[in-house]
């Protein structure tokens, strides 16, 4: 595989990936901007450049979507820091102390986390990391416990709080549900709608028309919570 940084002054920029298992020309419009073509090895690059030049419209389309998104939350867990727990914002409110181990509980509006005073940022997130765990398997087992029994699926699958850095969740071919932890920023009628679609492929091992069906004869306004958190991804890309 070979990457190469394409600069044309007043252009589109973009960089090439080659790779010898690649047949054809692909385009890709990363999260961050970045323009990144998949080649394979014998397209030259005037070609290249000729097939970025057609699609350099959907290019500064696609680029312009992407920087009209929410921005992505940063965190200095810090004192005052704000976090999201199903769309709604939590202040993190810090007690230092002596003895015991870094602990976070929800008191009303507010995450606290008690720490060590030697304790560092890296100490408060990992407690704020475990309470989001906790909690998440608290809310995903309450919603897949209901959703499994509306569509009537006989098993209650286990269920697991994951780092993913890009999916929202997976349904195994065995039944385990995993769903992304930064999923339980997003607000409840998302994580709602996330439920069902993973405990609907317990029915239906794909996205078809049945499972479709499926999530329209449950959820009718699927493709709109759906949309919604597509334009959220950003937003909520960091814990």
Request: net charge positive.
């Given at each position: 595989m070979e990457t190469i940084v394409v600069k044309r002054p007043d252009k589109v920029q973009?960089?090439?990936?080659?790779?010898?298992?690649?047949?054809r020309l692909a385009l890709t419009v990363t999260d961050t901007c970045s323009v990144v073509v998949k080649a394979p090895y014998g397209i030259t690059n005037t070609a290249i450049d000729s097939f970025v030049h057609t699609h350099e419209q959907w290019i500064r389309d696609r680029l312009s979507h992407i920087r009209s998104l929410p921005k992505p939350l940063e965190h200095t867990y810090t004192e005052g820091d704000s976090f999201l727990f199903l769309g709604k914002p939590l202040t993190l409110r810090l007690a230092h102390g002596t003895q015991g181990k870094t602990s976070c509980a929800r008191v009303a509006d507010s995450l606290v986390v008690n720490v060590h005073v030697r304790g560092g940022?890296?100490?408060?997130?990992?407690?704020?990391?475990?309470?989001?765990?906790?909690?998440?398997?608290?809310?995903?087992?309450?919603?897949?416990?209901?959703?499994?029994?509306?569509?009537?699926?006989?098993?209650?699958?286990?269920?697991?709080?994951?780092?993913?850095?890009?999916?929202?969740?997976?349904?195994?071919?065995?039944?385990?549900?995993?769903?992304?932890i930064r999923s339980l920023m997003l607000p409840y009628h998302l994580v709602e709608y996330l439920a069902l679609h993973e405990t609907a492929h317990m029915i239906h091992f794909n996205h078809g028309s049945d499972f479709r069906s499926t999530l329209t004869s449950h959820m009718p306004d699927w493709r709109t919570r759906q949309r919604e958190m597509a334009t959220l991804r950003l937003k909520v890309s960091n814990l």
């Amino acid at each position: 595989m070979e990457t190469i940084v394409v600069k044309r002054p007043d252009k589109v920029q973009y960089e090439v990936v080659r790779s010898r298992r690649r047949r054809r020309l692909a385009l890709t419009v990363t999260d961050t901007c970045s323009v990144v073509v998949k080649a394979p090895y014998g397209i030259t690059n005037t070609a290249i450049d000729s097939f970025v030049h057609t699609h350099e419209q959907w290019i500064r389309d696609r680029l312009s979507h992407i920087r009209s998104l929410p921005k992505p939350l940063e965190h200095t867990y810090t004192e005052g820091d704000s976090f999201l727990f199903l769309g709604k914002p939590l202040t993190l409110r810090l007690a230092h102390g002596t003895q015991g181990k870094t602990s976070c509980a929800r008191v009303a509006d507010s995450l606290v986390v008690n720490v060590h005073v030697r304790g560092g940022q890296s100490a408060v997130k990992g407690a704020i990391e475990q309470w989001y765990r906790q909690e998440g398997l608290k809310v995903y087992r309450e919603l897949v416990t209901r959703w499994t029994v509306t569509l009537e699926t006989h098993h209650i699958p286990s269920i697991h709080i994951r780092s993913f850095p890009k999916r929202w969740g997976s349904c195994s071919k065995e039944g385990e549900l995993s769903f992304a932890i930064r999923s339980l920023m997003l607000p409840y009628h998302l994580v709602e709608y996330l439920a069902l679609h993973e405990t609907a492929h317990m029915i239906h091992f794909n996205h078809g028309s049945d499972f479709r069906s499926t999530l329209t004869s449950h959820m009718p306004d699927w493709r709109t919570r759906q949309r919604e958190m597509a334009t959220l991804r950003l937003k909520v890309s960091n814990l």
